[in-house]
């Protein structure tokens, strides 16, 4: 196959390779996923090989498609003499996924699941405009967003120790300086702290419907089909987007101002090293923070939804934290460059990929109808991808074709008629969240397996769903 | 129809917008902006008029920061910009500031709306403005 006019050669299953002039791009995906990639995920991944400073190859996941400047789905690094893309990462900053576990079966769960899909909407606000139950000030949010989920925990109480360390980098990402976030950013993030947000994001009620690897499962306290877990997407709200608005167009200015080649303007990079990367990866750590603050905010109303709804404790129902993992973010890590063998300090950039390294859960969400993944992360991984692997299932349909095509309404009906309680802000919304505007996300999953970069432990199936 | 959505956007909202002036330019991007978050009125509304001040040294800045600013007094004032009222555009060439846009604009607050989806941010991704034989053309892609 030919792209662009590179060749795409197969190298192993559900692997291809591509080699651009500066670096090989590698495509983990099924032939009919590869097949389902629109256009612009070839050429985005192509321009993302070709811009300045990266390290190593780029590595394109079975659920990609097109973004802004680089795919969604997209993994690279660059050394400590590399460049960072804030457009690369992208405008939700540590956008991502937690599940928490119950020991409650969706038989012992019916009785109130109409009730708890209306609680969980009233205290956790979605759509657009909703402020969350927190109100901080100032000093409390650059506390917050320096320190993250241990802050919250130990020093407003909004959570369990051990929630600590079942979330990547342990809640707190560093370097996080309140002093490279503007004020504007400050504002936005005020308003929105403990809220879902709109778009894909969502609350789930989801049960067990398969469980591929029941040992690994036990260990997270799944262990049999029809227990219920609940599932958060979200991120860091408009105090993210905010940060990266700010940092976009001074970067785009300074890399024109210095002759930095552009091969898409929201794919503006600078030296890592550089003062404004620097003050870059400053405000993106306090945004990563937030939106580890805000999954924890939420879990912490999930908690209190249960015991107001169920009654008792939320702990007689477990409740616990499996795993909280970003899915947009750039972090330093330690990698094998792939195409040297020599371990080294690398800045690694996930847009729309998870880290899945070796015995850590990752969570793949699917859409509404067709469910969610709970998988584990393998050695392969850190050999192929710089430890990452696929993040949902990303979008077919755009959002306007999906609402010429689906009835919002008529969805919420169909969906309620399948045991699927939705409460969602907007039908319009819905419709464009729908399972048809995305691909199988079971295919995603056998891509990521076949290639190794992640094996599945349990499927879920959604029974309750909260919507912006 | 002076905007229409771009097809090939896939997981956000673009818009290509074409207008005969600047300032039909500018309302035109308030006209989208308020058909991708607001559905559609609960009852009629007395609008809350907001004057909005930007400045930029080239046109394409100037846009990005107004549409900015609509996001921003969206989530921190609760309020979705829904038409604009007046627009003053100063453009002084020779300056280092060489455009200052001065608008008046009506709001409707989120309690008196259905709302659509929400707009997080403006992306720089096939982000352009163009000065055409009949006016002006803008493509801008909207973050949802």
């Known amino acids: 196959m030919e792209v662009f006019g590179f060749k795409l050669i197969k190298q192993g299953q559900a692997e291809y390779v591509l080699t651009t002039k500066t670096r090989k791009i590698y495509f983990f995906a099924t032939e009919k996923l590869l097949s389902q990639m629109d256009q612009a995920v070839f050429h985005q991944a192509i321009n993302l090989a070709e811009s300045q400073g990266l390290v190593g190859p780029v590595c394109i996941m079975p659920d990609a498609h097109s973004g802004y400047g680089a795919p969604i789905g997209s993994v690279f690094a660059a050394d400590e003499s590399g460049f960072v893309f804030p457009g690369a990462i992208g405008f939700d900053i540590n956008c991502g996924m937690r599940l928490l576990v119950t020991n409650l079966t969706a038989k012992e769960l019916e009785p109130y699941i109409e009730k708890l899909v209306a609680k969980l909407y009233e205290m956790v606000p979605a759509g657009v405009g909703k402020k969350g139950f927190l109100s901080i000030n100032k000093n409390q949010l650059r506390s917050l967003t320096q320190s993250g989920v241990p802050f919250l925990v130990k020093e407003l109480g909004l959570g369990w120790a051990k929630d600590i360390e079942a979330i990547e980098e342990r809640g707190g990402v560093q370097p996080a300086d309140f002093e490279f976030v503007s004020d504007r950013a400050v504002a936005r993030g005020l308003a929105q702290l403990a809220t879902l947000g709109s778009g894909n994001h969502y609350l789930e009620i989801q049960k067990v419907e398969k469980l591929f690897d029941k040992q690994t499962a036990g260990k997270y306290s799944i262990f049999t089909k029809d227990q219920v877990v609940v599932m958060l997407h979200c991120g860091s709200r408009g105090f993210g987007h905010q940060i990266c608005s700010d940092y976009l167009i001074a970067f785009e200015k300074q890399a024109r101002q210095q002759k930095i080649k552009l091969t898409d303007r929201q794919l503006a990079g600078l030296p890592i090293m550089s003062q404004l990367g620097q003050a870059y990866l400053s405000a993106m750590g306090c945004a990563a923070n937030y939106a580890f603050v805000n999954r924890q905010a939420i879990t912490y109303q999930i908690r209190r939804c249960f015991e107001i709804v169920l009654g008792g404790k939320a702990q007689d129902y477990n409740l616990s934290l499996v795993y909280d993992v970003s899915h947009n973010i750039g972090k330093f890590e330690q990698h094998n460059l792939l195409d040297s063998g020599v371990e080294q300090r690398v800045f690694v950039q996930r847009k729309g990929a998870t880290r899945s390294f070796p015995n850590q859960p990752v969570i793949i969400g699917g859409s509404m109808e067709t469910g969610s993944y709970l998988l584990l992360g393998t050695s392969d991984s850190l050999k192929k991808s710089f430890g990452s692997t696929a993040h949902g299932a990303g979008r077919r349909l755009s959002r306007t074709q999906a609402k010429k095509q689906i009835d919002g309404r008529k969805l919420w009906q169909d969906l309620k008629q399948k045991g699927i309680y939705i409460k969602s802000a907007s039908f319009s919304g819905l419709a464009e969240e729908a399972g048809l505007a995305y691909k199988d996300v079971s295919e995603v999953v056998s891509a990521v397996s076949a290639a190794n970069l992640s094996r599945p432990i349990a499927y879920f199936k959604p029974i309750g769903n909260i919507k912006g | ?144």
């Open chain 2, 1 to 144: 129809m002076p905007y229409v959505f771009i097809k090939d956007v896939i997981a956000d909202i673009g818009v290509e917008i074409r207008a005969n002036s600047l300032n039909n330019l500018f309302s035109e991007i308030v006209r989208s902006f308020y058909s991708i978050l607001v559905q559609r009125l609960t009852a009629p509304v007395n609008p809350t008029p907001l004057r909005v001040k930007v400045k930029a040294v080239s046109l394409e800045e100037l846009i990005f920061k107004f549409v900015d600013e609509l996001i921003f007094i969206k989530d921190t004032k609760g309020l979705v910009s829904q038409s604009l009222v007046q627009c003053d555009i100063l453009v002084n060439k020779k300056a280092k500031v060489k455009y200052c846009l001065d608008a008046k604009l009506n709001f409707v607050g989120f309690e008196n709306i259905i709302a659509g989806v929400d707009i997080k941010a403006v992306s720089l991704h096939r982000f352009s403005v163009k000065q055409t034989q009949n006016g002006y053309k803008a493509v801008i892609v909207f973050d949802i």
